[in-house]
């Protein structure tokens, strides 16, 4: 599964947390919000409004458990999918922390992943030697690990 911002965000949830028979073997995640609990993520009014449209108005605060029902790296498992990363160092959006977070989770439980951070970059419209990096990577990655399995 491939995602983008929030298509990333629901790859994410699906392939670690709703995908019982584990049919996604794979993950690419293009800036994907993955732990709403990131301290991070307080104050980020931009984050906060996009987060309403998945969530409702509720504040962390007000109730956690919703919050961890939706982060996909709260939920990831020896069997998650392989997943590789991508983020911008510099997005107003979804702040760098969310790579750590989400790898973090991913290597405690023994999931091979890749992560790359692109520095000075944002929330996609990279630029094009870094564009052409992400190309090659994520060729990379699906010809390393699922053409021809």
């Given at each position: ?72 790296a709260c939920h990831i498992t ?72």
């Amino acid at each position: 599964m491939l995602g983008v911002s929030a298509g990333a965000h629901l790859a994410m949830l699906y392939g670690y947390k709703y995908d019982t028979p584990h049919s996604v073997k794979g993950i690419c995640n293009t800036v994907g919000p993955a732990d709403f609990t990131d301290p991070s993520l307080a104050g980020n009014e931009a984050f906060a409004t996009a987060l309403s449209f998945f969530i409702g108005p509720e504040t962390y605060g007000q109730n956690p458990g919703l919050w961890e029902e939706t982060s996909p790296a709260c939920h990831i498992t020896s069997r998650a999918p392989k997943t590789i990363s991508f983020y911008g160092s510099e997005d107003p959006l979804v702040p760098p922390t969310q790579m750590d977070l989400l790898h973090g989770a991913l290597d405690t439980a023994g999931v091979y992943n890749e992560k790359t951070m692109y520095t000075g970059e944002g929330h996609g419209g990279w630029n094009p030697g870094n564009t052409a990096d992400y190309s090659a990577r994520l060729i990379h990655f699906i010809d390393q690990h699922f053409i021809g399995n």
